[in-house]
């Protein structure tokens, strides 16, 4: 998936951050100088013992707790899923990236809670070195993610 293409055939505003390689949601804030709370890194996860995948969007300031995010899914089981499952499920990213649009992917998306709270977020483009800004309400109409409590407060 195009990241880009599809926002602006979705003809949703939005910027590119172009930026050094990054390899974590932390070092991506600092590149593009936007607080920790409001860059989302997106992980995948594995739930029912394997059989489906699920699309989380988190601050980068916050760690999953599985037992809040098994909580919030009705008590699956969860694990994350390992970066060679990552890259078949979304395979026309750089190896490591996984876009927080698991609907274009097939994978239902579920976001924090506390991310939320901000107006905009900024996520990891389609490589390593693209971030992008765009509105948290335009990201929900279009993905419709399920917004429950995935990490616990700092």
Do not use: W
């Given at each position: ?139 929900v109409r279009l993905e419709s993610p399920l917004v429950l409590p995935l990490t616990?407060?700092?």
């Amino acid at each position: 998936m195009n990241v880009q293409q599809f926002l602006s055939e979705s003809k949703v505003p939005y910027e590119v951050l172009t930026h050094e390689p990054t390899y974590d949601a932390q070092h991506m804030a600092h590149a593009v100088h936007v607080k920790g709370a409001a860059v989302a890194k997106t992980v995948l996860l594995r739930a029912d013992h394997g059989y489906r995948y699920i699309t989380a969007v988190i601050p980068a300031t916050r760690m999953i707790d599985f037992d809040v995010a098994s909580r919030s899914l009705g008590q699956c089981h969860l694990r994350l899923a390992s970066e060679l499952e990552v890259a078949e499920v979304c395979p026309d990213c750089e190896f490591g990236v996984l876009l927080p649009f698991g609907s274009q992917y097939g994978v239902k998306t579920i976001v924090d809670s506390s991310l939320a709270n901000e107006d905009e977020f900024v996520f990891e483009g389609s490589t390593h070195q693209e971030s992008i800004r765009m509105k948290f309400k335009d990201f929900v109409r279009l993905e419709s993610p399920l917004v429950l409590p995935l990490t616990k407060a700092d």
